[in-house]
């Protein structure tokens, strides 16, 4: 099974299909902005040239659109490579990461510190994948160097108010322990980066923040992510390790247009502020399933009569591509996660996957 969505090349080379509903991927429905489209267009000439090796524009638009400072910004070739960057500087000995989540923590803590010991927080289903924070806090006592936070999570959509993180924050400094915080899917929060704690005045030493443009501003395949940072300690061992320039130019571009882009960014609030719930209403009506609420771009789900590879393999014979979310640690076999995307496409898939789950003639 593949270990993340939005593999539709794999799909294309072994199906015998020319069209798929990708609801694997979470991606803003809206597509690249027509801003950015033209910025490239007005500016081929880049290409000509090496990027700013410092990134010196790069990194003051994203602290600008954070409310923190240039010297807090490190600019990456996706969150991904933010990831592996930040374990191979800080190489942790004991970490917790709350799971359900992104596999790449994993992967990353093992890269960088094969020998660092790795205990997963679990985030109970009874509990609706909400971390119970106590139950947090009393874990922390056990010496843990740093934790994982994915917020909001992937793939449960679940999200902590920054008064929560805040609040762990200041739990955390009081043994040292770090706090690694994945915002990928922040701006489809509702408070959108307001919500997250980067431009916040009060001790974030051991907070490290990375985010990506890949979701939000359409852009999987152009790999632009950054992270903030507060512990000026870091960044000789940052620049020490990180490759240079590892993001091109018109990467560099797009983070120096897209974050003045407020119609863009205002359109995709408002929609996904009421797509969500849409989806959310509408999928529960299907029976057979649960459907657990979200507050970003994407929704679990759990089946009770169906596994989810029967499922995924059913829907991609209706041409829609679903994750298979068994291969999550603590997730079993039952679950899946869908996109939430535009209202057309998206009642499309509400309608095949009850036809899946229930037969074609359930609701006549």
Known sequence: MDLHGGNIYKIFREKEVDKILDYSSNINPFGLPE????AITENMDILEKYPDPDYYDLRKTIAEYN???????LAGNGATELIFLYMKAV???KALILSPTFAEYERGIKS??????ITYFHLKETEDFQPDMERLKDELQKGYDLIVLCNPNNPTGRFLPKEEIRDLLSECDKYGT?????????????GGVSSSLAGEDINKKNLFII????????????????????????KEIF??????????????????????????????????????????????????????????N???????????????????????????????????????????????????????????????????
């Open 112 to 117: 960088a510190a094969p020998q660092c010991e």
């Open 211 to 234: 985010r990506a443009l890949t979701k939000f501003f359409a852009l999987p395949g152009l790999r632009l992510g950054y992270a903030l940072f507060f512990d000026s300690s870091l």
């Open 35 to 38: 801003s950015l489209k033209k």
């Open 178 to 190: 770090r706090l690694f915080v994945d915002e990928a899917f922040v701006e489809f929060v509702e």
């Open 67 to 73: 409310g923190t400072g240039i010297d807090n910004v």
């Open 91 to 93: 190489k942790p000995e």
């Open 298 to 364: 994407f929704i679990l789900l759990k089946m009770y009569n169906e596994s989810a590879s029967h499922v995924r393999g059913e829907m991609l014979k209706k041409g829609v591509l679903i994750r298979d979310a068994s291969n999550f640690t603590y997730l079993d076999e039952t679950f899946i996660r869908l996109a939430v995307k535009d209202r057309e496409n998206n009642n499309i898939v509400i309608k095949k996957l009850d036809e899946v789950i229930n037969g074609d003639n359930e609701n006549e």
């Open 239 to 296: 620049d020490s390790l990180k490759e240079p320039w590892s993001v091109n130019a018109f990467a560099e571009l797009a983070g120096k247009t897209l974050f003045s882009n407020t119609e863009y960014i205002e359109k995709t609030e408002n929609w996904i502020k009421e797509e969500k719930k849409y989806m959310f209403n509408e999928l529960s009506k299907i029976k057979n399933i649960k459907v657990y609420k979200t507050e970003t």
